[in-house]
C-alpha cells in the first residue's frame, strides 16, 4: 500500500515557477515508478511526467518538456516537480501517482498503469 500527499500549488503568474512535492509512504519504493498527472476544468487527466524511483528514467509531455524536471528524494520519500516558465494552460489540478515496478516509457504514460494516487494540488497560472 503507498500513501500520496501533494503539496506545493497557488498562483502564480505566467512565466512563473512552482516546485510541486509529493510525500510518499509505503514498502518498496525503492522498486515503484512515480508520475505525475494533471487535470484542467472540462479536461480528462493528462499524463505530465515520471520517474523510476531510482532516478534512472524519466519522461516527459511534450507540452512541458524543457520547462518541468521531475526528480525523486529517497531521503525524504518525496518526488519532486519543478514548474518552470509557467503558462495559462498549465493551469490544473495536479496529481502524483505511483505504481509498483520499473514500469517502461510506453506504459508509464498511461494513467491506468498507476494504481495509487494523492488527493492533488492546484495550480492556477494568471496571464
Known sequence: QVQLVESGGGLVQAGGSL??????SGRFLSTSTMAWFRQAP?????FVSAIRWTGDSTWYADSVKGRFTVSTDSARNTVW??????K???TAVYHCAAQYG???ADVGVREGAYA????????????
Not at 516546485?19 to 510518499?24: F, G, I, T, V, Y
Not at 472540462?42 to 493528462?46: T, Y
Open 102 to 104: 520499473r514500469l517502461s
Open 81 to 86: 516537480l519543478q514548474l518552470n516558465s509557467l
Open 42 to 46: 472540462g479536461k480528462e487527466r493528462e
Open 88 to 90: 495559462p494552460e498549465d
Open 19 to 24: 516546485r510541486l512535492s509529493c510525500a510518499a
Open 116 to 127: 495509487y494516487w494523492g488527493q492533488g494540488t492546484q495550480v492556477t497560472v494568471s496571464s
